[in-house]
């Protein structure tokens, strides 16, 4: 049986609308060339005596554990977590206490594409898409929503874009045993600006972040920044997502990839 491999996480790169001004990564690359003079006056050297005057091509980079595609932990919604499970909560995991088999497991995408930019999907939208696609979930099913970022990833309009999951909807697949999902918008929830436009007319400050406080109750990861999720089936995938062991960190970063046996 061949397996097929589909990266869905996008590339770090600078230079692009891909988090809001505030949070936007740097990346500084340095050329075999450039690198050659420190190289040279560590050893004693002239430059000309390295292999065509070149030593390595190295990167120096400004990032949050937020950029790119990125696994959040429990502890980056709130500092507790399981309020539900247990009384009084425990505290939020950090990204090097997340379990492993949380991170590789069979993958469900649900095509919220359709949504408006700002729309928050509730229980009854992610149970007609399973209804359409045919799926029951598993525990520790990983689900990813297909929104209409994934489009723009990069472009002005990005972190503006998609449909987000509401809490009740967030909450209702953790109640099926779901631990880990993924959005391939900015964040797991709907824009910020259009959020903001929400609590402005109904004055629900409950309405800001509302799909990641949902950890709060019930702890989970999701990943955001994801991409080509448009090119994977429904079911019938794997996705492997094991974040970058930051010290009590709120998240790590993830070449996150679907798995397809064929």
Known sequence: ???RFIDISVALKSGIASDPPRMLPQIEYHDHHMTAPAMAAEFGIPIDAL?????????RVSISTHNGTHLDAPYHFFSR???????GGEPSWRIDEVPLEWCFQPGVKLDFRH?????????????A???RIGHTLSPLEIVVMNTR????????????SGCGMGKDATLWLLDQGVRVTGTDGWSWDAPFSLTKQRVEATGDVGLIWEGHRAGR?????????????ETLPATGFT????????HRGSAGWTRAVAIIEE
């Open 217 to 229: 109750e019930i702890g989970y990861c999701h990943m955001e920044k994801l991409s080509k999720l």
């Open 149 to 160: 970022a994934g489009s723009r990833y990069g472009e002005d309009d990005y972190i503006h």
């Open 239 to 246: 996705i492997a997502c094991f974040p970058v062991k930051v």
């Open 81 to 87: 977590m399981n309020e539900r499970l247990v009384p």
């Open 51 to 59: 292999p065509e005057g070149e030593y390595a091509a190295v990167e």
């Open 1 to 3: 049986m061949a397996r």
């Open 115 to 127: 949504f408006a930019d700002g729309y928050v999907a509730t229980p009854e939208d992610v149970q």
């Open 129 to 131: 898409e399973l209804a």
